[in-house]
């Protein structure tokens, strides 16, 4: 079985992911094929975007979002991902037990005695009314039934029960707004996909070409990381045929579409800003394709990175329209003069075009 390397899975990545060359796709295309964009920071999508996309335009995704192509919601790991909206109603059912339990990870003492069935129900009556609703408001309305458990666990629950929305402004660009939800299938008009028949996983099937597409090879444990589903392996048992396998050179075995895009492990890569959470970094189990043991922390942590030579080398942000960077390892002067380049176009995107400035540190000694 062909073994493959550190930075031949590195190129691979930064190949299906749009870091190695910038995409002239739709906007929308880009966000389904990276099987979304995790979003909890509600401007940082279009940073990711327009690291990925030539000559993007933020306020393209604006329109997608209130016009209802794209949604913000809870879905893969329970985190909020921007997601075409053809996937999210999709995908949503197929998540729903993994939503529940990572709540009640969370909260099962404060939910101790609360029926999730009634609580649904309850939920759903609250949101028919089509106002969009805080999660604490959602909470506490459905305290008045349930006192005992608190708002937070109330409402946290309801919104993994209830397939639900966060509703624009939330999330267009350069607006700050508050979260407010509703009801995925009113905000969209039409019911979410239900469940496939017991013993068969189309939607699984899905998730994992999806996946392959955007981040293989990778290993199942890779793809339960993305996703936090666990129960994929049947649907990979269930494609064997279609797929292609190689190693890494720690013994796992990974999993490939056939003709997915697998570059010379020698093909340079030019330096990208990513933004904070960006699932090509966060979308594996073993995250060492791109970024240091040394480092992981910061992909959890909400630090935005620079890559250099496809891996991990700085962290950056934003003081008075210039775009800091914080070097993690010595650059070189061809790589320090990538990363101020890179780094000023970064600056006037964000600025709209008042300022292309850029501070890099000292490298650490």
């Not at 999508?45 to 000559?55: I, K, Q, T, Y």
């Not at 994992?208 to 990979?236: E, H």
């Not at 060492?288 to 992909?299: C, E, F, Q, T």
Request: glycine fraction near 8%.
């Amino acid at each position: 079985m062909t073994v493959l390397d550190t930075r031949a899975l590195n190129r691979a990545t930064l190949a299906r992911q749009m870091l190695l060359e910038r995409a002239d796709r739709p906007v929308l295309d880009a966000v389904a094929h990276l099987g979304g964009l995790q979003a909890q920071e509600p401007q940082e999508p279009f940073v990711g975007l327009w690291s990925r996309l030539r000559a993007f335009d933020p306020a393209v995704l604006s329109s997608l979002l209130t016009e209802r192509h794209v949604v913000r919601t809870h879905l893969m790991r329970r985190t909020v991902h921007l997601l075409a909206a053809a996937d999210a109603m999709a995908w949503r059912t197929r998540h729903d037990t993994m939503l529940r339990q990572r709540v009640l990870g969370v909260y099962r003492s404060e939910l101790d005695g609360v029926d999730l069935d009634e609580l649904a129900a309850a939920g759903r009556s609250v949101m028919t009314d089509g106002e969009p609703r805080s999660m604490t408001e959602i909470g506490r309305a459905l305290g008045e039934r349930w006192p005992s458990a608190g708002p937070r666990a109330l409402g946290e629950m309801a919104i993994a029960l209830l397939p639900m929305t966060q509703l624009p402004p939330r999330g267009v660009w350069r607006t700050k707004a508050g979260v407010r939800n509703a009801l995925l299938s009113v905000w969209l008009g039409r019911e979410i996909d239900r469940s496939a028949p017991e013993g068969s996983d189309p939607v699984g099937q899905v998730l994992v070409r999806r996946y392959l597409a955007a981040f293989g090879p990778a290993a199942t444990a890779d793809l339960r990381a993305w996703c936090g589903l666990a129960g994929l392996p049947a649907a990979v048992a269930a494609m064997r045929e279609e797929l292609v396998t190689f190693r890494d050179e720690r013994g796992r075995t990974l999993i490939d579409l056939p003709d997915a895009p697998r570059p010379d492990p020698e093909t340079p890569a030019p330096v990208r800003f990513l933004p904070a959470f960006d699932n090509a970094i966060l979308g594996y189990d073993d995250r060492s394709r791109i970024i240091d043991d040394a480092h992981r922390g910061l992909s959890v942590a909400g630090e935005r990175v620079v890559l250099v030579d496809g891996r991990v080398a700085a962290t950056w942000g934003v003081e008075s329209n210039t775009v800091t960077v914080s070097p993690l390892r010595g650059l070189s002067r061809a790589e320090r003069t990538a990363v101020a380049e890179q780094g000023g176009a970064l600056a006037s995107f964000l600025s709209d075009d008042e300022s292309d400035r850029v501070r890099v540190a000292p490298s650490p000694r």
